[in-house]
């Protein structure tokens, strides 16, 4: 009963006019980015953080969550009719979605990738209505040492499933660590790594950072190549799948949303991972499997379907512990840092009208989504076709402006830059930014509660082992560092490995 | 030389991965050293170096993982990294920024800003000039206007008080 009456209390918040017009722009925004090829929603997002600054809290972070789930049903456009992913979440629609786009079946492609979508971000909100208070209830009794060891495994998982060799990865996720802690001391006040720089006291903005790694220094990726597209020309009728459709990809649409739910909440995992194991276990289960490549349905109706559901579900942890499982909850935790809110158990209790106003909203926005992506899916082929030579100098200068307007700063323009031109390096050398950032996010909580956690216990390192959860997540954490030295389970590795900045 | 030996080449100084290794194992050690500088405290009570003194070890290690696995595995040359793609678009791109960066605050958010979008948009794969003129001025302008008269944000006006 207290259930129905939150929902109808956040419903009450997002139906507000100007809720509903930002999570419109939110989906409207995450549907234009997942259909244009080398704009992901991480860049979309840190484009429109500062955005985020000018209205409420609710408003700002209705916009933002859209912009992710709105990117997952839009990618599978680019995917099925271009055979280029228009986000990494959509690598895996590429295979079947453009073989049945060649066979004249674009329609039921684009169909079943909305109404699997639609089914499975619907289930993943009613099941984080259900989960997301009860396990903030019991992350009430949290304590530094399991925060710490919470984090820990969430960027070893991160930089678990990275693609590329783990130690670089874990490079990559100390130097966030070590550029997170730039700025005073939160316990001493002692200023570090500063180099006497006046700007460099508050730290650097988490805006600039994201938007030089993944808006400049994509754009910079992408100017390496002309990017050619093989659009499907012909006109896309009948997007209503039959009746055929529908028995073969129940099954999938069901399975594909339990894997992506259960895998967005993993710390660490995320749509891609989803997608990716949804496809691997419909091929194995299929009674068929030489279909699949081929312009199999299941190949598209499962992948969407956990892609979307896992977006869902990467909603939880951030949402009940205050820890982004991944890249994108990391910068969803800097708009809800933005707006003075700390996102964690206390949340629901304290704000129950952005809590459960932000699940309603995604209800609306998934309902917007089906509306967008099927009546609509003219206007997005249409805007296939709009020049990247065009495209890429407005990204930059959107992304100069945007790092302006959020600090007023031109120090932090010149910081994009620089970690944009970084960014371009690293990904040349097979360095992926994400464990970076999620590291730069978690870095100044993960020293806080490791410095509590030592001062309570007064030393004794034995707390972190002692306490059953802390245990649990240090020694997860401890097998996956030490998994890829095994040959076998390195092979595995290599097969789950994505690059979740794309 | 063929194409195998030329991306798989151990122990030269080419090798992309021993460099990646070697700026790694250079910033740990900058961290860890910096992190002395601060105070370190005890296990009891945490100073502020604490934390940054250990993740520079740990940046140390990887990176001497990194170096370890380049020099007994190989790994690709540098210039294979940049094999078969424009790599003059991105530097001419790097260029521009670094150029538009000394300039923004000299000579303002216009002025700085619609050269740069000219030559973003003749660089990359070149606009007509009869559409990256327009483009290139009405964009930042419209920006410009929208946020300093609409939203009441102040961009860098520079020396000569433009914009």
Known sequence: ?502 | MNNDTDTNIKLRLSNSELWGGLIGLGLGGFVTWQALKLKLGTINDPGSGYVLFYTGILMCVFASSIIVSAVTEGGPTLASRWENVRWSKPLLVIACLAAFSFALEPLGFLLSSIPLMLLLLRLIDPVRWTLAIPVAVLVPSGMWWVLKRLLLIQLPSGLFGIG
């Open chain 1, 1 to 502: 009963m207290d259930t129905l009456l939150n929902v109808a209390h956040g419903f009450g918040v997002a139906l507000l006019p100007i809720n509903l017009l930002y999570c419109f722009i939110g989906v409207f925004i995450g549907t234009l980015v997942g259909v244009l090829p080398g704009i992901g929603p991480i860049s979309a997002m840190s484009l429109l953080l500062p955005v985020t600054l000018s209205g409420t809290p609710e408003s700002g972070i209705i916009m933002m969550a859209g912009i992710y789930y709105g990117s997952m049903y839009g990618g599978s456009t680019t995917s099925i009719l271009v055979n280029i992913p228009g986000e990494a979440a959509s690598v895996v629609t590429c295979i079947d979605g453009h073989q049945m786009a060649k066979q004249g079946r674009a329609g039921p492609a684009l169909g079943i990738s909305a109404f699997g979508s639609f089914i499975a971000g619907t289930f993943a909100l009613i099941a984080l209505m259900l989960v997301a208070p009860r396990l903030a209830s019991i992350a009430i009794a949290f304590g530094p040492a399991e925060y710490f060891s919470l984090m820990v495994l969430g960027l070893v998982v991160l930089t678990f499933l990275t693609q590329g060799s783990m130690p670089k990865a874990l490079l990559m996720a100390c130097i966030g660590v070590v550029l997170g802690l730039i700025g005073l001391d939160s316990i001493t006040a002692q200023p570090r790594l500063t180099f006497g720089r006046m700007e460099l006291i508050d730290g650097i903005g988490l805006v600039p950072v994201v938007m030089g790694l993944f808006g400049v220094a994509e754009v910079l990726l992408n100017t390496e190549q002309a990017l050619r597209r093989d659009i499907i020309n012909a006109k896309i009728t009948q997007l209503l799948p039959n009746k055929e459709d529908w028995q073969a990809s129940a099954g999938p649409v069901a399975r594909g949303t339990l894997l992506g739910f259960l895998l967005g909440i993993l710390p660490g995992g995320g749509a891609v991972v989803a997608s990716f194991a949804s496809y691997a276990l419909e091929k194995r289960l299929s009674k068929t499997p030489a279909r699949f490549g081929h312009g199999a349905i299941e190949g598209v109706a499962g992948p969407e379907s956990a892609n979307n559901a896992a977006a869902g579900g990467a909603f939880i942890p951030l949402m009940t512990l205050g820890i982004p499982p991944n890249v994108v909850m990391a910068l969803l935790l800097g708009a809800f840092v933005i707006h003075g809110l700390q996102p964690g158990p206390l949340l629901i209790t304290q704000n129950p009208g952005l809590f459960w106003g932000i699940v309603a909203s995604m209800y609306i926005g998934n309902v917007m989504l089906l509306i967008l992506n099927l009546p609509m899916i003219g206007m997005w082929v249409q805007l296939l076709k709009l020049p990247y030579n065009i495209l890429f100098p407005l990204i930059i200068l959107f992304t100069i402006l945007g790092v302006y307007c959020s600090s007023n700063n031109v120090f932090d323009v010149y910081v994009m830059i620089a970690f944009g031109i970084i960014g371009y390096f690293m990904r040349k050398l097979g360095y992926e930014p994400a464990p970076l950032v999620l590291a730069f996010v978690l870095g100044p909580m993960l020293e806080n509660n490791l410095r509590k956690s030592l001062i309570l216990s007064q030393g004794d390192l034995w707390t972190f082992v002692q306490r059953p959860i802390s245990a649990a997540c240090l020694t997860l954490a401890l097998l996956l560092l030490i998994a890829p030295l095994l040959p076998s389970l390195r092979k595995k590795r290599e097969l789950v490995a994505l690059d979740e900045g794309a």
